[in-house]
């Protein structure tokens, strides 16, 4: 109970979105797992030289972990969707359900933040 009295300031705004858009965005499991794998590479290299440096390091980690994970969605391609072992795209961009309806009603909620990059 004490987490959620911590959390409730931030948690309740995601409320007042539509479900639909509620469902759009709330996992975060993609990104963490991304985030999981670049945070490896990172503290195993320990100092950058530069900011550009780390930059340059994780950028071709993510080519890396595209990469690969690329090579095992080619391999499972002809099985059916509940038979294949490749974890889905992170950094290409994964199908979502309703993303376009989601990003409109984001756009209509936070036009300064959303349209710009439209």
Same mark, same amino acid.
């Given at each position: 109970?004490?987490?959620?009295?911590?959390?409730?300031?931030?948690?309740?705004?995601?409320?007042?979105?539509?479900?639909?858009?509620?469902?759009?965005?709330?996992?975060?499991?993609?990104?963490?797992?991304?985030?999981?794998?670049?945070?490896?590479?990172?503290?195993? *290299?320990?100092?950058?030289?530069?900011?550009? @440096?780390?930059?340059? %390091?994780?950028?071709?980690?993510?080519?890396? +972990?595209?990469?690969?994970?690329?090579?095992?969605?080619?391999?499972?391609?002809?099985?059916?969707?509940?038979?294949?072992?490749?974890?889905?795209?992170?950094?290409?961009? *994964?199908?979502?359900?309703?993303?376009?309806? @989601?990003?409109?009603? %984001?756009?209509?909620?936070?036009?300064?933040? +959303?349209?710009?990059?439209?």
């Amino acid at each position: 109970m004490a987490t959620w009295d911590r959390a409730w300031e931030r948690f309740t705004p995601f409320l007042a979105f539509p479900p639909m858009l509620r469902r759009v965005i709330y996992t975060t499991n993609s990104i963490e797992s991304l985030n999981y794998q670049l945070r490896k590479i990172s503290k195993n *290299r320990g100092h950058f030289p530069s900011d550009e @440096a780390a930059v340059k %390091l994780l950028w071709l980690a993510i080519c890396n +972990i595209e990469d690969k994970r690329a090579r095992e969605r080619d391999k499972d391609r002809n099985l059916p969707a509940d038979k294949r072992k490749a974890k889905p795209r992170v950094v290409e961009g *994964r199908i979502t359900t309703n993303w376009k309806q @989601a990003l409109a009603q %984001l756009a209509t909620a936070y036009p300064d933040r +959303i349209n710009p990059h439209l």
